[in-house]
């Protein structure tokens, strides 16, 4: 039996390196267990997925632990994957899910350990941004995004980076739409508090 499951990986390799199959394909092989169709899925989504993960945590080692629980998390849960969205958007709800869960857990361990003079990262404000002594430099967008508070930051991308509506966020973060309109408002305020100075 281990030889003939070789011999089928062994062949689905070979036909691994054939771009030509689109995401649905590759996901109905990966459901069956073919790593290799799972790797390409990783090659295709892995970029936009990391870009994604950034947006939310403004920090690349937090960014690359948050791809790789998505899809860590993504592999375990494809047989319950029912393709009412794409997969790329199915991706997405699973690296907001990551994210959410990492805050969660700190928030947690932060309440354990709580130490006098801590600021609340929520009530940081962005005013601190450095600019460079260059007038005609551009401040960078994606730093200003990045020194959002995390809850602002989160409704600005998938808002207005990422696309997504108020009621599709309110579904992956499980909070009110009223709430999420709030704190967009506020991100686009600090941006604009942040890109006028």
Known sequence: ?????????????????????????????ARRGDVDAFELLYRQHAGRVYALCLR??????????????????????????RADASFTTWLHRIAVNA???????EKR????????????????????????PDVATAI????AIGALPPGVRRAFVLHDVEGYTHEEIA?????????????LHRARQ?????LSL
């Open 140 to 143: 960078d967008l994606e730093r």
């Open 56 to 81: 939310l945590a403004a920090d690349p080692v937090v960014a690359r632990e948050l791809v790789q629980d998505t899809f860590v998390k993504a592999w375990d849960a494809l047989p319950r994957f």
């Open 171 to 183: 579904t992956m973060t499980g909070l009110a739409a009223g709430t999420l309109r709030a704190q």
């Open 109 to 132: 361990r932060a309440a354990r350990v709580s130490l006098a003079g801590d600021e609340d990262e929520d009530e940081r404000d962005i005013a601190g941004v450095v600019i460079g």
């Open 1 to 29: 039996m281990v030889r003939g499951l070789s011999l089928v990986r062994h062949e689905a390799s070979v036909d691994a390196p054939r771009l030509a199959l689109g995401d649905d394909a590759l996901v109905d092989r």
């Open 190 to 194: 600090l941006l604009k508090r942040a």
């Open 99 to 105: 994210l959410l869960e990492r805050r969660r857990g």
